[in-house]
């Protein structure tokens, strides 16, 4: 399966790309080399061929370059003009080939290394989101309570003197609760903390302080 640049793109129909331009280059080596006896011009169609090889299957695209290579060094030797150009063309297709699979090898590598990058970054948003939920709601409701019995005991200076002693007493017991709120609370960092670990170290030293 194709995981290149051309991702969007059926991989059958890739190949059937490769196998039509690898049909028309083989003809146009076999019909205007061998039978017309000329190597100048159509060479450049290959290059369309090896570089749509090399963007959608990386250095595998070498193989079509070295069938190239070897087409042509055959119809050179039977029509008698294997020269060093037939050489430097041979070079040119390999070395056209190595550079555009490199690119686009490293290109690609680049793209799936942002993508996870950024899926990363997704997930701590994701786990810190439902650390403030799951805060909300076991923290919301003692709070709330706690606000109503303090309420409860100021209204006990309107109008009247309280009894200092009992108000002591409320005012013992809320603090209580309270020291009970900050002992969940602090549980609960530890235990989301040590069930999350996608929440960044920075947040998880803060947490658990």
Known sequence: MNKTGGKNMDPVRQIWILVILGIVCIGLEVGVHFFLHTAIGYTHIFYILLILAAVWYYKKALWVAFALVAATFITSLVVGDFNWATLLRAVMFLLVTYIVAWISEERDRGRLEILAQKEAIEKEHYALVGYL?????????????????????????????????????????????????????????????????????????????
Do not use: C
């Open 133 to 209: 939920s799951e805060i909300t709601l076991r923290i919301k409701q003692p709070i709330k309570i706690l606000r109503d019995n303090i309420l409860a005991i100021r209204m006990e200076f309107d109008g009247k003197i309280p009894d200092i002693e009992m108000v002591k007493m409320e005012l013992s017991t809320q603090l209580a609760h309270a020291e009970q709120i900050l002992q969940n609370f602090q549980e609960l960092n530890k235990e989301m903390v040590d069930e999350h670990s996608e929440i960044p170290n920075a947040y998880k030293e803060f947490l658990t302080r």
